[in-house]
């Protein structure tokens, strides 16, 4: 018995991460057919396409999600090395209120630039190219998006919840709060895509064809 298990735990870690990147797929998909004006849910199919894109949006997300490790480790060396003690006071106080807020305003800064880097990969740029601040700019001044942003924030962050909850419990329950994160994970994709249309100039919808906009074969 004792073998076997690591035997069977390599396919279900496979599985596994098929299917989290076909849901990063489709979730980019989604993306993709809201800005070019579409509101008929997308297929799943072609399969191929969808993982495609899935391992885009994942190679994108691990990026972001190093760099936010890099910030998390950057402010943790600074918290050690400060003399936090009862005498150090008001100077004591004000530097770990100021490395805080820093800590928050670089955190969402980051968010809100993958948020706009997921829209220019839904638009087929390459990686390096949804990265580039400069080619986000227009987008990112953007009020309206800005104000997107923050309603797809505040919708997903209870998925995030539903999603540890779904991991701590193997239950019914467990599985009811997977559905919950994934649709929470859909309405802010569908947020912040059609403030990204907005954002772009492209609030005009287009012909769809069973879900997917015409001209889009990627």
Do not use: K
């Not at 305003?105 to 949804?130: D, N, W």
């Not at 997107?148 to 919840?161: D, K, S």
């Amino acid at each position: 018995m004792g073998t076997s298990q690591p035997l069977l735990a390599v396919p279900f870690l496979v599985a596994s991460m098929a299917t989290a990147t076909a849901l990063l797929g489709y979730l980019l998909r989604v993306f993709e057919t809201t800005v070019d004006g579409g509101e008929i849910p997308p297929s799943f199919r072609p399969l191929g396409s969808t993982l495609r894109r899935g391992c885009r949006l994942a190679v994108l997300s691990a990026g972001y999600a190093i760099l936010l490790v890099a910030v998390f480790a950057v402010v943790l060396a600074v918290f050690t090395r400060l003399p936090f003690s009862a005498a150090v006071g008001f100077a004591g106080s004000m530097a770990f209120f100021l490395l805080s807020t820093t800590t928050l305003v670089a955190v969402l800064a980051i968010g809100y630039t993958y948020s706009i880097a997921v829209g220019r990969i839904a638009e087929g740029t390459t990686l390096l190219e949804a990265i580039d601040i400069r080619l986000q700019r227009p987008v990112l001044l953007d009020g309206g998006y800005a104000i997107a942003w923050l309603i797809a924030f505040l919708i997903v962050v209870p998925g995030w919840g539903f999603l540890a909850a779904s991991f701590s419990r193997r239950t019914i329950v467990g599985v009811g709060a997977v559905f919950l994160a994934f649709y929470a994970h859909l309405v802010s994709i569908r947020v912040l895509a059609r403030g990204y249309r907005s954002a772009t100039g492209r609030d005009s919808p287009s012909v769809e064809t069973n879900g997917e906009p015409i001209g889009r074969s990627r």
